[in-house]
């Protein structure tokens, strides 16, 4: 792995050139993803991009903190159910579409 910048450096780039700590970031996170498995990198992917979206919508970099760390709870719970109740995760019931439809026509 690409040898990153010290804390100390990081800050002085932060303040001084954002943008060469953004690319930092990217090729840091980018190279992460293409060392993992091959099976595992599309979902990688997929919530490397959920966090980026999460980090623009977000009003400043504390809310995105908190969202992103919302997110990794809500993981983590899910993973602790797995673990500890998954009687818990069986409770959803899928109903074909095609029932779902019929029921739908005779309840209105």
Same mark, same amino acid.
């Given at each position: 792995?690409?040898?990153?910048?010290t804390f100390d450096e990081?800050?002085?780039?932060?303040?001084?050139?954002?943008?060469?700590?953004?690319?930092?970031?990217?090729?840091a996170i980018d190279q992460? =993803? *293409?060392?993992?498995?091959?099976?595992?990198? #599309?979902? $990688?992917?997929?919530?490397?991009? +959920?966090? @980026?979206?999460?980090?623009?919508?977000?009003?400043?970099?504390?809310?995105?903190?908190?969202? =992103? *760390?919302?997110?990794?709870?809500?993981?983590? #719970?899910? $993973?602790?159910?797995?673990?500890? +109740?998954? @009687?818990?995760?069986?409770?959803?019931?899928v109903v074909p579409l095609?029932?779902?439809?019929?029921?739908?026509?005779?309840?209105?």
């Open positions: 792995m690409t040898e990153l910048p990081m800050m002085h780039l932060a303040k001084t050139d954002p943008a060469q700590l953004e690319r930092i970031r990217q090729a992460t =993803i *293409s060392q993992a498995k091959a099976s595992n990198r #599309d979902a $990688l992917k997929a919530l490397q991009h +959920r966090i @980026d979206l999460t980090r623009k919508r977000a009003s400043n970099p504390y809310q995105s903190m908190i969202e =992103i *760390s919302r997110m990794m709870h809500d993981k983590l #719970d899910l $993973l602790n159910t797995a673990l500890n +109740r998954p @009687d818990e995760l069986n409770r959803s019931r095609g029932q779902a439809h019929a029921r739908k026509a005779v309840n209105t």
